[in-house]
Each structure stands twice: as C-alpha cells, then as structure tokens.
C-alpha cells in the first residue's frame, strides 16, 4: 500500500459502500474538520505562493493588533501582571522559528494558510503533549488559542464560504457530519466521497436525503485526493474514479444521462395509492430533517410526515438552542404542508452519537447513555419549549409527537404529564393552541418492544423505529465496520419482534407505523408488509419505488411467506427465500433480483 | 561568542510569564540566543517563546546561555541576570 496511497495516477478505482446511487461528476473539494471549526484544504499553485504567504502575514499583524488591544485592557482592568499570558502569545505571533515553519509549508506543500496554519501547530502541540512537566503541558492549549485566533482572522478574509461554491464539486472528508452538510451550497454538490461511515450512519442517511450520489467506507480517500483533482462518483456500483481521463469520464456522463431519463420515466405514478394487487390499502409517509425537502413531499407523492427529526434544527447552530418562534415557524410549516395526512414530530433526538448539548459531557457509552426522551426529562425548559412551539403550530393542522427512546413505562406518564402541564399554562395564559395533539411512543428499545401491550393501553400510537431496534435487539454498532455484517434487517429476531408488535397493536386497536432504512428497501419494505405493517414511513426519494413495489404483489400471499421466513433460523436464510420467492410472486418488479448473484 | 552558566531560581521555572520575559528581553539584542539544558544537552533559540517554553526548564534547571554578534556580552549579562533574580517575580501567583 504505502507508497501507492499517494499515488497521482489517472483513472484510479476505489471501492467503497454504495450509499446513495446515481452519477456525480466534479471537482474534488476536502474538507476536514477539528472541533466544530472547520478547516478546508485548499491547494495552490507556484504562482499563488507568494500572494498566500501575503495572506498569512496580513493575518499574523492583525492577530497581533487584537492581542495588543486585549492585552491593554487586562492590564487595565484586572492588573499588568495578569496581561503577561497575552503576551506569551503575542510572542509565538512573533515566533520567527514558527513563522518560518508556516512559510515554508506554503511554500513547499503548496497550502492554503489555514491549512498551514493547523498543520504546523498540530506538529508543535504534539511536541508539547510530550512534555513531562504538567504544567507545560497545558501550554498546549495556548498554542490552541493563538492558532484559533489565527484561523479566524484567516477566515475573516472571506477566502472560503462554503454555502457559495462557484464549480460542481464533490465532498470529500473522513465524514459527512450534518453540521457541514448545513453550511454547504447544495447547488454544486455532485457527490460524497469519505473515509468512514457504514449503510445507516448519519452520512449516508444524509446523502440518501439529500439525493446526492455517495460512496462510503473509502478508508483513506482524504489522502489520496487533492482538492481540484476531477472525481466521478458512481454512488450504485459503491465507486469512486480518481482522475479519470477524457475517455473514462465521457463513459460516466453518458451513464449519467440514462439514469436521469430512466429516473425521470419512474416518477409518474405518483397520484395512485400505494395498493397490493388484492387491494390493501398501504400508507407511505416521509421521514424528513432537513426543511428544504418538505417541499419535495408532494412531487414524491407522500401521505404526510411519518417522522420530523426535530433535532437536526440544532445542526449548524448548537450551542445556541432554537427559540419557540422559530420553532413555531417550522411546525406550522409542516402542518400546512401535511393537512389532513398530519405529520409526527419527533421530540429532539439529542445526545448519544447524534449531538451532545453544552454542559454535557461526552459518555463512555453514548448509545447506552444520557439521550432522546431521557435527556429531554431531564432538560425540561427545552422540552416545555418544544412543546409549546407544536401545541401552536397544531392550530394549523393535525400535528402528532412522538417520543424517542422510551425504555420504562414512567418515561411516557411523565412526559405526558409534562404535555398536559403545558397545555394547562397555555390556556391558562390565553395562548392560542390546539390541544388535540395525540402522543407516540418509539418502539427502539427492546424492552419497550416485550412491553408493547403495556405502552399501548396508554399511549395513542406507536412507531417502531428499525434502525435503532435492530442496533439493540442485535447489539451491533451499525457505524463500526468490524461488525456492520451483524447490523441484519432480515434477521428472524427482527422479524418476530415486528410481528408481536403488529399482533400487540391489533388487539389494542392502537394506530403501528414503522420508520427506519428498512422502509426504504423494497424487498424490506415488502416483508414489512407482509409481517402486517400498514404504514411505512421513509425517505421521499424512495417512496415511488416502494409504492411500485407495492402496487406489484398480493397480500394474500406475501402474508404466508413472511410466516415461513419467521420459521427460518437466519437472515441470510431469510433473503434467500425473498429472493427466490419474491421474483416469481411479481415478476414485473423483481424480475431483477433473479439475476443478481 | 559568550557563555554563561545560570541556574533558574524561581519556584515556577520557565513557564509562559518568565519565558515571555525573557524572549522579550532576548529580542532585544542584535546578536543570537541560544539556551541550552546542562543536564539533556536539549537546546532552543532564545528569541523564540514556542522553543524556550519546550525546554520545559524547572526550578533548579542549569542552562548555558550562549550568544553570538555585535552585542553579545551585554546580552548574555542582561539575560542570566533576569533569570538569577527569578524574573523579578516572587509575586507570582503561579495563575500563568
């Protein structure tokens, strides 16, 4: 490997998860990230040395012209001996030995100033984490503060803004985090290409949501691409092609071509409903985060909102939290958009692997740990605001919440109790709102699955999320890649826990929905289906080709082959009778599953 | 060239004030500064606050203070004299 990692060479393949399909062709543009700052890697040529280096030192003046000032106020203020740290880092401004180093790193690595700015004071901190003395230790951190401080200026020169690409640039980073997805310019986006992240990590939900091709799992793709370098990215083959040459990339943009016109013939079935052949009725809802795509509901034909992820409202913003203005603002946005179809919120999914609120600290055990429906018990002004946000907001239609990662029966009463406190303050203070806001229970936690029966009697629908059920029932780590082959959808644990839920849900005459990536595969979606589930909620994007998917078998008989699958003893056991049966079931649809291997 | 031999008296040792203090006065003169630990041999460019501060020297740590140029005596007297008097900082609280 070594060497041929940084190879330049044309046409170079990589294979990596085929995340979100379609062709994306464009300049490579890396990002990386530290903290929640973020650095971009921009690389220059011979003749842009000297205006960058030009750059670097108008920002090390002004850096300087800051520090003096502050460091004229604390003398001021609190006394001239406590004005000496500023001046500590005043000093490494004026460091020539550091200086140099930044330099030279433009000079010879042909970087932009940000870039050569954390790298070099990455390489110092490093030597000063070595230091045995604690004290001298910590000195690490000022190093931190001065080249923030730098990269700030840096940035205040308004040299990068991601959200005003000028080219068609594909996305290449260790991650997609939904914090610099927030920040970017969706017009230029053509691809995501990164080093990490599994099937159902939050990069490639995001990719899948936003329809943008990706290929994750490249393992070293940041370090093999430099920004500029041309990339197609052929998001279904799970490939990425380096510098592709003249012939290569013409083969790229003709299958480009098909793929828009074939996607384009698939779409127009979007008026009729989403029937079995013998004539059951399905119900296809979006899950939907970000706000642009509410307006795509309609063109994909979905029956509302099956699941708001309210938390992605914090993404590019935390540790400010949303106020209950705007927050009013976008439910009464879905509300309208949804009608009569309704939409359920999702109260904010924090903490765990999603997003850590300011004062809490990051947990040994995140997934285990303080998040969703706990944190919100235990950050009630947030709850409370939350709520009455939607409480408003259902004045304009029929607005559903539903609560997320209930383990305990106590959860429900007390968050219910909290609604009911709130709707009494409400009326009590005369604030206009509709109190007819019916309250979900998420069906994630195993527990809460063997409770169903129990959760059912008191709360007004259940929704069982998939992603998070089969991450608990089978206790694998979608995202960790030594064990994401044990992340099984089809796995007969999975199934059996559906079906009781469907049963449980029957007898309670309780509304069941079902969300998650499951929803969104159609022969998933078909064996949901067949276990008994009604509503399916999922992405938009994919909701015409479940519905067709739909629209091409019989109930009848998808219902008796769900109960043979629940007898088998694996998944993979259960996606070879799928796969066997399900093409001579409906031919029409599956007939492409015959042929794959 | 001159050398001096100095041991650092203060209680803190070379951490960010005393290190600022010196770089300040080093910088002062023409000539080169370079410090240097007895015991590890490990040395640093005087005029530089990211270098002295990595020398991590503590109290009851010799440096050799070696300078070069048109003002090299001066600048080796003034420079072991901040050091021996504790940079003049017996107030310190030790916050910095």
Redesign the interface.
């Known amino acids: 490997m070594g060497s041929s990692s940084f190879s330049r060479s044309r046409d170079t393949v990589l294979r990596g998860l085929a995340v979100s399909p379609g062709i994306g062709v464009g300049r490579a543009l890396r990002l990386d990230e530290r903290g929640r700052q973020q650095f971009y890697f921009i690389g220059i040529s011979a003749a842009q040395v000297r205006g960058e280096i030009r750059r670097l030192h108008q920002a090390l003046a002004q850096a300087r012209t800051q520090l003096q000032e502050t460091k004229v106020r604390v003398a001021l203020e609190l006394g001239y001996?406590?004005s000496?740290?500023l001046?500590?880092h005043l000093?490494?401004l004026?460091?020539?030995?550091?200086v140099g180093q930044l330099e030279h790193e433009i000079r010879t690595r042909r970087v932009n100033a940000e870039w050569a700015v954390r790298d070099v004071t990455d390489r110092?901190m490093a030597?000063?984490k070595h230091?045995?003395?604690p004290?001298?230790r910590e000195?690490a951190s000022?190093?931190e503060d001065v080249a923030t401080r730098l990269m700030t200026v840096l940035s205040g020169q308004a040299k990068f803004d991601p959200s005003k690409l000028e080219q068609n640039v594909i996305i290449v980073s260790q991650d997609i985090l939904p914090s610099t997805v927030a920040e970017l310019d969706f017009n230029c986006v053509r691809g995501f290409v990164t080093d990490g992240g599994g099937m159902t990590s939050h990069s490639a939900i995001i990719a899948r949501a936003l329809k943008i091709p990706a290929v994750l799992g490249l393992h070293d793709v940041t370090r093999r691409v430099r920004t500029g370098d041309a990339v197609v990215v052929d998001g279904a083959a799970g490939e990425a092609i380096l510098r592709p040459t003249k012939p290569v990339l013409r083969v790229y943009l003709a299958k480009r071509e098909d793929e828009a016109a074939r996607r384009a013939r698939r779409i127009p079935h979007h008026e009729q409903p989403a029937e079995t052949l013998d004539g059951v009725r399905i119900r296809l809802r979006a899950n939907v985060e970000l706000v642009p795509e509410i307006d795509s509901l309609p063109l994909f034909g979905a029956e509302g909102i099956g699941l708001y992820r309210s938390e992605f409202m914090f993404l590019h913003r935390l540790p400010e939290l949303p106020s209950e203005e705007e927050q009013y603002e976008l439910y009464s946005k879905l509300a309208r958009m949804t009608g009569d179809a309704g939409a359920s919120i999702r109260v904010f999914d924090l903490g765990g692997d999603k997003l850590t609120l300011p004062g809490f600290e990051a947990e040994q055990n995140p997934a285990l740990g303080l998040r969703a429906v706990r944190l919100s018990l235990k950050v009630e002004p947030i709850f409370r605001t939350q709520l009455r946000a939607i409480l408003r907001a259902n004045r304009h239609g029929r607005l559903r919440v539903v609560l997320p990662l209930v383990s305990t029966i106590d959860e429900l009463r007390r968050a219910k109790r909290i609604i009911e406190e709130v709707k009494h303050e409400m009326a009590d203070a005369e604030v206009e709102h509709n109190a007819a806001l019916p309250v979900g229970v998420m069906i994630e936690v195993p527990a809460a699955a063997l409770m169903a029966d129990l959760f059912a009697a008191e709360a007004d629908f259940l929704s069982v999320g998939t992603n998070d059920l089969i991450q608990y029932l089978l206790a694998v780590d979608r995202t960790n890649e030594n064990v994401s082959h044990l992340y099984q959808p089809l796995h007969p644990a999975v199934l059996r826990s559906i079906a009781h839920l469907v049963r449980v849900a029957e007898a309670a005459r309780v509304p069941l929905e079902l969300c998650g990536e499951m929803a969104a595969d159609p022969l998933q979606a078909i064996a949901l289906v067949g276990l008994g589930i009604k509503t399916l909620s999922l992405v938009p994007a994919a909701i015409p080709l479940v519905k067709n998917a739909i629209r091409s078998i019989e109930m009848a008989r998808v219902r008796s082959l769900m109960s043979e699958a629940m007898k088998l003893a694996s998944s993979k056991e259960v996606e070879e009778l799928l796969a066997s049966e399900m093409p001579r079931q409906a031919p029409e649809f599956f007939a492409a599953l015959a042929i794959q291997p | 060239m001159q050398h001096h031999r100095v041991t650092i008296s203060n209680r803190?040792?070379l951490?960010?004030?005393a290190?600022?203090?010196l770089?300040?006065r080093a910088?002062q003169f023409a000539s080169s500064v370079e410090l240097e630990r007895e015991d590890t041999g490990q040395s640093a460019?005087g005029?530089?606050?990211?270098?002295v501060?990595?020398l991590?020297a503590?109290q009851g740590t010799t440096l050799i203070i070696r300078t070069e140029g048109v003002d090299e005596e001066r600048a080796a007297r003034e420079i072991a004299e901040l050091i021996r008097q504790g940079f003049g900082?017996e107030?310190?609280?030790g916050?910095?």
Do not use: C, P, Q
């Open positions: 001996d406590h000496y740290i001046d500590a000093l490494m004026e460091d020539e030995n550091l110092v030597a000063y230091v045995g003395d004290y001298l000195r000022d190093i | 803190l040792g951490h960010a004030r290190a600022a203090r770089v300040r910088t460019d005029k530089s606050i990211l270098g501060l990595l991590a503590g900082e107030w310190s609280d916050v910095f």
